[in-house]
């Protein structure tokens, strides 16, 4: 046990949500007020953007009953960002709110990126003598965060995924004469985590059900080889059912399609691959193409979301707290998997330096030699994470969320222009 450190909390939220991550808001919350050491506990608004324009919030304002409704809320509660630090200036004055509220704790929810965020304004109040212990708490429906067995948000994101395969297919086993090809685009950015989850629709014992082909960016695509495997298909089945990763590369390792854009941190905006697929199969056959394309369906999809996955989200807020009361920092917790026949998960830690320039790919070892197919070790891997449901409460015939009241905590600081 560490020198005891005295102060206030910041949380915040950054990037793409899932429909879990108010989960691991909620963890965080619940478990600082278990600690006397902790007396302020404060939201950013909007993540780190929040943050630079000194907009919190007082979260020991927001009644139980609000913190309770988080678990099934999806998502980001606090408003979140994808903005980039540019400029000494930036993590200057990012330093700068903190001391104004005598943050000592801080713990940021997000991915790769935002724990790079994490690491750098760490790494500053270390060179200015300012004690702060700052832990990272994963958050990618991507699941490619390095280090970490699984992330959470992406076991309801496969839930909902394989749910959708099943219930489109129940449509299109009425509908289709062997002329009839489903593609659903799903994302994952340059790992195949996502789309490889599609395949738990498929019944035990039952390996011709949909999806019949998964296209997935670790298998470098081919036109030629997309048009044989749906002819092949079609000779069997009544409809071809195809799932697509976003970031599906060629041989040279170039995205297939892109939108022509990037993001704050440089990356390519993805999308269109399933219309692409679409265009060559006409091209070649004689058949009906349907495409499907999620969207942000698949993270916010909380009637759907796994009941295992929204746990260890809320474990891993409780254990960012616990880590920094007990002295840790420039930490991102991690969920590691039990070493039994029967699936069990705890929390660990890991630097934060590590997890963000890495990408954890899809094992080869996990995809059969058809390059369409998934094998027993990623079911293996990937249905535990699917099991149980989360019970949204409905009002009026829809769900009710939670809703914060968003107290704001009073300003001391000038104003800050943002670019």
Same mark, same amino acid.
């Given at each position: 046990?560490?020198?005891?450190?005295?102060?206030?909390? =910041?949380?915040?939220?950054?990037? +793409?949500? *899932?429909?879990?991550?108010?989960?691991?808001?909620? &963890?965080?919350?619940?478990? %600082? =007020?278990?600690?006397?050491?902790?007396?302020?506990?404060?939201?950013?608004?909007?993540?780190?953007?929040?943050?630079?324009?000194?907009?919190?919030?007082?979260?020991?304002?927001?009644?139980?009953?609000?913190?309770?409704?988080?678990?099934?809320?999806?998502?980001?509660?606090?408003?979140?960002?994808?903005?980039?630090?540019?400029?000494?200036?930036?993590?200057?004055?990012?330093?700068?709110?903190?001391? %104004?509220?005598?943050?000592?704790?801080? /713990?940021?929810?997000?991915?790769?990126?935002?724990? !790079?965020?994490?690491?750098?304004?760490?790494?500053?109040?270390?060179?200015?003598?300012?004690? =702060?212990?700052?832990?990272?708490?994963?958050? *990618?429906? !991507?699941?490619?965060?390095?280090?970490?067995?699984?992330?959470?948000?992406?076991?309801?994101?496969?839930?909902?995924?394989?749910?959708?395969?099943?219930?489109?297919?129940?449509?299109?086993?009425?509908?289709?004469?062997?002329?009839?090809?489903?593609?659903?685009?799903?994302?994952?950015?340059?790992? &195949?985590?996502?789309? %490889? +989850?599609?395949?738990?629709?498929?019944?035990?014992?039952?390996?011709?059900?949909?999806?019949? =082909?998964?296209?997935?960016?670790?298998?470098?695509?081919?036109?030629?080889?997309?048009?044989?495997?749906?002819?092949?298909?079609?000779?069997?089945?009544?409809?071809?059912?195809?799932?697509?990763?976003?970031?599906?590369?060629?041989?040279?390792?170039?995205?297939?399609?892109?939108?022509?854009?990037?993001?704050?941190?440089?990356?390519?905006?993805?999308?269109?691959?399933?219309?692409?697929?679409?265009?060559?199969?006409?091209?070649?056959?004689?058949?009906?193409?349907? *495409?499907?394309?999620?969207?942000?369906?698949?993270?916010?999809?909380?009637?759907?979301?796994?009941?295992?996955?929204?746990?260890?989200?809320?474990?891993?807020?409780?254990?960012?707290?616990?880590?920094?009361?007990?002295?840790?920092?420039?930490?991102?917790?991690?969920?590691?998997?039990?070493? *039994?026949?029967?699936?069990?998960?705890?929390?660990?830690?890991?630097?934060?330096?590590?997890?963000?320039?890495?990408?954890?790919?899809?094992?080869?070892?996990?995809?059969?030699?058809?390059?369409?197919?998934?094998?027993?070790? /990623?079911?293996?891997?990937?249905?535990?994470?699917?099991?149980?449901?989360?019970?949204?409460?409905?009002?009026?015939?829809?769900?009710? /969320?939670?809703?914060?009241?968003?107290?704001?905590?009073?300003?001391?600081?000038?104003?800050?222009?943002?670019?």
């Amino acid at each position: 046990m560490s020198e005891e450190l005295i102060g206030n909390v =910041l949380v915040a939220q950054s990037g +793409g949500p *899932t429909s879990v991550i108010n989960s691991s808001l909620a &963890g965080v919350i619940n478990e %600082a =007020l278990n600690h006397e050491c902790i007396e302020e506990i404060y939201g950013g608004v909007n993540g780190i953007l929040g943050i630079l324009q000194e907009d919190l919030i007082d979260l020991a304002e927001e009644s139980q009953q609000s913190i309770r409704a988080l678990r099934h809320t999806p998502g980001a509660a606090l408003g979140t960002c994808r903005y980039k630090l540019r400029s000494q200036l930036d993590f200057e004055r990012v330093l700068q709110v903190f001391e %104004a509220h005598d943050i000592r704790y801080f /713990f940021y929810i997000g991915g790769n990126d935002s724990q !790079d965020t994490a690491d750098k304004i760490s790494n500053l109040a270390r060179e200015r003598n300012y004690p =702060l212990r700052v832990i990272g708490i994963p958050k *990618t429906i !991507d699941n490619d965060l390095v280090s970490t067995d699984h992330c959470p948000g992406y076991g309801s994101v496969i839930k909902y995924i394989s749910t959708t395969v099943r219930e489109i297919s129940q449509d299109s086993q009425a509908m289709g004469q062997h002329d009839l090809v489903q593609i659903l685009e799903v994302m994952g950015r340059s790992a &195949g985590w996502i789309a %490889a +989850g599609s395949a738990l629709a498929k019944r035990r014992d039952h390996p011709n059900d949909p999806p019949h =082909l998964v296209y997935l960016p670790e298998v470098a695509f081919s036109p030629e080889k997309l048009v044989e495997d749906v002819r092949r298909v079609l000779k069997k089945e009544r409809y071809c059912f195809i799932v697509v990763g976003e970031g599906l590369v060629d041989g040279d390792g170039n995205y297939v399609t892109t939108e022509g854009a990037t993001d704050a941190f440089g990356h390519s905006q993805l999308g269109g691959v399933g219309d692409y697929l679409k265009s060559q199969i006409e091209q070649h056959l004689e058949v009906k193409v349907r *495409t499907n394309k999620l969207g942000f369906a698949q993270r916010a999809a909380a009637h759907c979301s796994s009941l295992a996955d929204n746990n260890e989200a809320y474990m891993a807020g409780e254990a960012a707290v616990r880590a920094a009361v007990d002295g840790q920092t420039d930490k991102m917790v991690t969920l590691l998997r039990g070493e *039994t026949d029967f699936y069990s998960c705890e929390t660990g830690l890991t630097e934060l330096g590590e997890i963000a320039n890495g990408v954890k790919s899809l094992p080869n070892n996990w995809i059969n030699e058809d390059g369409v197919s998934m094998n027993y070790q /990623f079911f293996k891997y990937a249905l535990p994470l699917i099991q149980g449901e989360v019970e949204v409460p409905f009002e009026n015939g829809v769900p009710k /969320f939670a809703e914060l009241s968003f107290v704001r905590v009073n300003k001391t600081l000038d104003p800050y222009s943002v670019p």
